[in-house]
Nanobody, 117 residues
Framework: VQLQASGGGLVQAGGSLRLSCAAS????????MGWFRQASGKEREFVAR????????YYADSVKGRFTISRDNAKNTVYLQMNSLKPEDTAVYYC???????????WGQGTLVTVSS
């Protein structure tokens, strides 16, 4: 599976961005997709995930109520709608896909989100 993330950019605090992640290849192997982020000097952290079969979602507490993950099965694409952005949301955002509940097997290249105060 190959993942191509896009949609990052510079936005002011309180603004919105939508990230996209298009999957190609053996997409039938995907059980779930997720978004992670890594701020400069920090470890990568989980943001949100969606189960491909039924759209079940789960969020990190830090983004709950502000971010929404969704999918388009026909396009094999997952989205991350980010609202009410804060400077602490600044990071490189990575999409990932997993073949099971316990791991993520494939990773995209990352897209930079910068939130100015």
């Amino acid at each position: 599976v190959q993942l191509q993330a896009s949609g990052g950019g510079l936005v002011q605090a309180g603004g919105s961005l939508r990230l996209s992640c298009a999957a190609s290849g053996r997409t039938l192997s995907m059980y779930r997709m997720g978004w992670f982020r890594q701020a400069s000097g920090k470890e990568r952290e989980f943001v949100a995930r969606i189960r491909w079969r039924d759209g079940s979602t789960y969020y990190a507490d830090s983004v709950k109520g502000r971010f929404t993950i969704s999918r388009d099965n026909a396009k094999n694409t997952v989205y991350l709608q980010m609202n009410s952005l804060k400077p602490e949301d600044t990071a490189v955002y990575y999409c990932a896909a997993g073949s099971s509940i316990s791991r993520y097997d494939w990773w995209g290249q990352g897209t930079l989100v910068t939130v100015s105060s």
